[in-house]
């Protein structure tokens, strides 16, 4: 397992190798099976990462929440949403809102999240290595291989399944 404080050291050592084996997977991938790979990876990889042991994505992401979204965690947790979003929250140009910082409020200091039972969509689905077309969303894939030890593990057993010659 990879030790979390060297995740974003070791991806960025080998975002050069990534964006490579980017350009090979563009030219040998079939999108389909290699979906099917992105798939098996996600699961096996976490039934072994703790997400709670790690929580980066809560931590350098931002959260994006729409407005039902928000609704369900101020009821939850008993927020006023009108202070809630003057005082943290931005809204975007397709109606949904995010903190103004980069760290989720809703992640206490023992790294547990308070809203873990209604759980936005961008966090329920995050690091969406188990959605299709991910052939066409590499960049963000790499990207995020820096944030979650599930995307940096999955990326490197994806090169070895496709004989990546580093």
Do not use: Q, W
Not at 69 to 80: A, M, R, V
Not at 109 to 138: A, G, H, I, M, Q
């Amino acid at each position: 397992m990879i030790n979390i404080d060297e995740l974003a050291i070791m991806a960025n050592r080998k975002e050069d190798e990534n964006l490579r084996f980017r350009s090979y997977l563009k030219g040998h991938a079939d999108p389909d099976i290699l979906d099917r790979h992105f798939k098996e990876l996600h699961e096996k990889y976490f039934k072994i990462y703790n997400c709670k042991d790690c929580r980066n994505c809560c931590k350098k992401l931002n959260t994006s929440m729409t407005e039902e979204e928000l609704d369900t965690i101020c009821n939850k947790l008993n927020l006023d949403k009108e202070e809630l979003i003057s005082n943290e929250l931005d809204i975007n140009t397709s109606g949904k809102y995010s903190f103004k910082c980069n760290r989720c409020k809703f992640l206490d200091d023992d790294n547990n999240c308070l809203v873990n039972s209604c759980l936005p969509e961008s966090c329920r689905d995050y690091p969406y290595t188990n959605k299709s077309e991910r052939l066409f969303s590499l960049y963000g894939v790499i990207d995020n291989a820096s944030i979650c030890p599930v995307v940096y593990e999955i990326l490197e057993e994806l090169k070895k399944i496709y004989h990546f010659k580093r």
